[in-house]
């Protein structure tokens, strides 16, 4: 079982729609339920994806190589693609992760626009829940 919160949902699917007719692919991270509020039913130690990082479409290494060296590989347990004019799995063009979240239009939050695969492409299941990370701040 895959978890990710509403929030990073509706954050991904916005940058989705936003970047429509480009496709955007993005790390995403986790947080273990036992920090969040609004995982009481959870065991304290389940990671659920919570965060995401500012795409960055100018990086030329990553254009060039398919490599990116914006984000440290340890800190993005998994990534984000969008398929503006595409089928709801992991293609061949897609860089992968250990999860892999999947977009397409009409960019809702439902199972024909959005879903989770593992690293081969066999899909996931998905559980969305309300909950949030602790505040932090840039100085944190």
Do not use: C
Request: proline content about 10%.
């Amino acid at each position: 079982m895959v978890y990710v919160t509403r929030a990073l949902i509706d954050v991904l699917l916005d940058l989705a729609s936003d970047a429509d007719p480009n496709d955007v692919t993005t790390g995403v991270s986790v947080t273990l339920a036992g920090e969040l509020e609004g995982a009481d039913g959870l065991p304290p130690e389940t990671p659920v994806f919570t965060d995401f990082f500012l795409p960055d479409p100018g990086n030329p290494v990553n254009a060039v190589f398919g490599v990116d060296l914006s984000m440290p590989a340890r800190q993005a347990q998994g990534r984000f693609i969008s398929h503006p004019v595409g089928e709801l799995e992991v293609t061949r063009r897609d860089d992968l992760a250990e999860i892999v979240f999947v977009a397409v239009p009409p960019w809702q939050t439902d199972e024909r626009s959005f879903a989770a695969f593992d690293r081969s492409g066999e899909r996931q299941p998905l559980e969305i829940i309300d909950a949030s990370p602790p505040n932090q701040s840039l100085t944190d």
